[in-house]
């Protein structure tokens, strides 16, 4: 007896987005090969791949046509956007960024990895409260 595994299906990147849609997520064609998709105010930017899952950029916050990314600064969470906003992140955020997330994996069939499943990942840090601390000419020791 002969055992055969079985040939990995091929989905495209808009059977992918219409998985999305069946999960209650609003997805937008801004330009080809790129689909914006949110839900309960949080989205994302997904990458047409050939071949490949998409590829999902950090989620954030929607704020106008800008998406926010997370910026922990030890004491609080802001969102930070490429325009400069800074908006403090509440629980509702927080836990709306989670449930995003898992739930963007999920239809898109990607791996769910356990540190990132426990809570919210910062994408920006600032710990030290030191903004700027990395530009300059200064010795920097992390880099050696």
């Known amino acids: 007896m002969f055992f055969r595994r079985e040939k990995p299906k091929y989905v495209s990147f808009s059977e992918h987005t219409d998985s999305l849609r069946s999960l209650r997520f609003a997805v937008e064609s801004p330009s080809s090969g790129t689909v914006k998709v949110s839900r309960d105010g949080i989205a994302a930017i997904l990458e047409d791949i050939p071949g490949q899952a998409p590829r999902v950029n950090k989620a954030g916050l929607a704020v106008g046509s800008e998406i926010g990314l997370i910026e922990n600064h030890g004491y609080q969470m802001f ?11 509440t629980a509702v955020h927080l836990k709306a960024l989670h449930a995003f997330q898992e739930d963007l994996k999920e239809g898109l069939g990607l791996t769910s990895l356990y540190n990132e499943s426990l809570g919210t990942v910062s994408d920006l840090h600032l710990y030290d409260r030191v903004e700027h601390r990395d530009a300059g000419n200064a010795d920097k020791p992390w880099q050696h």
Do not use: F, V
């Open 79 to 89: 969102w930070r956007t490429p325009g400069g906003k800074r908006i403090p992140a």
